[in-house]
Each structure stands twice: as C-alpha cells, then as structure tokens.
Nanobody, 121 residues
Framework: QVQLVESGGGLVQAGGSLRLSCAAS????????MGWYRQAPGKQRELVAT???????NYSDSVKGRFTISRDNAKNTVYLQMNSLKPGDTAVYYC???????????????WGQGTLVTVSS
C-alpha cells in the first residue's frame, strides 16, 4: 500500500557528515508527521528527530545542534543532515511517517527498512 525507502547510510569518520533520505511511495493521500529513529546494538529504538507537515521540528537532546531534519512535501521525502558525527551515533536509522492512505483516508504508521550509519573514531 505504502512504502518508505531510506538511503544515504554508510561509514564515516568522527567529525564527518552524512545525509539520509527517505522517500514515501504508494497510495498516499497526504503525509502528516515524519521522523527519524535509530537503534544501536543492544539498545532500544530511540527518537532522533521529527517534523510536521507544516515544518515544525523536534530533536532529541543528543543530536540537537548537530542534526537537521527537513522535508520536501512535493516529493514525499524527508531528510536528515547529520554533522559532527560521533561514534555514539552509530546505529541503524529508521524513517517513520504517518501516512493518510487513499483507500480509507485513515492514517497509518509506516516504517522504512533501516539504513546503517557507522561512525569510526
């Protein structure tokens, strides 16, 4: 019905930057909030950042000032610009979106498959 596909993960040295992208496709009527979560080995999935359809943003304290979330509503895409990366940012990053589907006009929570970000010291 709907699909989220992430890209942009990889290996980077501490202090470096990466940009993640997540594109939504399928029977989309509209997209409400979009966000990024991450899960490090042996830890629970945690919120990184969210953005509303109007562009209001929210960040976890651990990434505030280093990461920037943005979205292109025309492309149904959300981005995460990650600067000043630290080894502690190493995790699988997941995209999430609240998508209103055409068939029912109900909102459902969609998740991407995850993209691995590894920050070396």
């Amino acid at each position: 019905q709907v699909q989220l596909v992430e890209s942009g993960g990889g290996l980077v040295q501490a202090g470096g930057s990466l940009r993640l992208s997540c594109a939504a496709s399928g029977s989309i009527f509209s997209i409400k909030a979009m966000g990024w979560y991450r899960q490090a080995p042996g830890k629970q999935r945690e919120l990184v950042a969210t953005i509303t359809s109007g562009g209001s943003t929210n960040y976890s304290d651990s990434v505030k000032g280093r990461f920037t979330i943005s979205r292109d509503n025309a492309k149904n895409t959300v981005y995460l610009q990650m600067n000043s990366l630290k080894p502690g940012d190493t995790a699988v990053y997941y995209c999430n979106a609240a998508i209103v589907v055409v068939a029912s006009l109900n909102a459902l929570a969609a998740w991407g498959q995850g993209t691995l970000v590894t920050v070396s010291s």
